[in-house]
């Protein structure tokens, strides 16, 4: 299977911050990665697909980017309703979809 | 509203079997692949096993592959996951997920989630 690996595991940034997020693919997967938000409590939401589509209704201060094994999530200017987990996930092979150990987003 | 709501999830002695239910409504369901994704408490999320549109294509994690079963009904608008000899280490919330498919580009991605049922492996 292909290890999908994040970075930071814990970031501490402030309101107005711009925030960049690593996802790292053991193998090529070319464009083939998601992005999802995450609140204590509640399911996932699908913020970035096709490593740089901004999923409808998701705000644009959201964006991603990269190919290959390297992408990055950034938020531009982070809101309070950003503060969460975030996970990257590969879907290059159907028959083994992976998740990164995901990025908690805390207050400084 | 688009929705997606798991049943049939408790608390189960290793060994055991138990079968989980995910009802869709407000899209075509035969129309897109499924799945179900778990999160152990207070771990990260674990993508469990897909099942395509027509039930042509079916994967597993390695974790479960040969104990659990993925199936659905279109006609019910129904996914299941039939989990047989279940382990500790199975303990965790079950989400069941829509495949963005062709919307997304390509299929594996995951647009819509339910909010989960909880499965606790324990004596």
């Known amino acids: 299977d292909i290890q999908m690996t994040q970075s930071p595991s814990t970031l501490s940034a402030s309101v107005g911050d711009r925030v960049t997020i690593t996802c790292r693919a053991s193998q090529s997967i070319s464009s083939w990665l998601a992005w999802y938000q995450q609140k204590p409590g509640k399911a996932p939401k699908l913020l970035i697909y096709k490593a740089s589509s901004l999923e409808s209704g998701v705000p644009s201060r959201f964006s991603g980017s990269g190919s290959g094994t390297e992408f990055t999530l950034t938020i531009s200017s982070l809101q309070p309703d950003d503060f969460a987990t975030y996970y990257c996930q590969q879907y290059n092979s159907y028959s083994g979809l992976t998740f990164g150990g995901g990025t908690k987003v805390e207050i400084k | 509203e688009v929705q997606l709501v798991e049943s049939g999830g408790g608390l189960v002695q290793p060994g055991r079997s138990l079968r989980l239910s995910c009802a869709a409504s407000?899209?075509?369901?035969?129309?897109?692949?499924m799945h179900w994704v778990r999160q152990a408490p207070g771990k990260g999320l674990e993508w469990v096993s897909g099942?395509?549109?027509?039930?042509?294509?079916?994967g597993y994690a390695d974790s479960v592959k040969g104990r659990f079963t993925i199936s659905r009904d279109n006609a019910k608008n129904s996914l299941y996951l039939q989990m047989n000899s279940l382990r500790a280490e199975d303990t965790a919330l079950y989400y069941c997920?829509?495949?963005?498919?062709?919307?997304?580009?390509?299929?594996?991605?995951?647009?819509?989630w339910g909010q989960g049922t909880m499965v606790t492996v324990s004596s």
């Open positions: 099942i395509s549109w027509n039930s042509g294509s079916i």
């Open positions: 997920a829509k495949d963005c498919g062709g919307d997304c580009y390509e299929e594996g991605a995951f647009d819509i």
């Open positions: 407000g899209f075509t369901f035969d129309d897109y692949a």
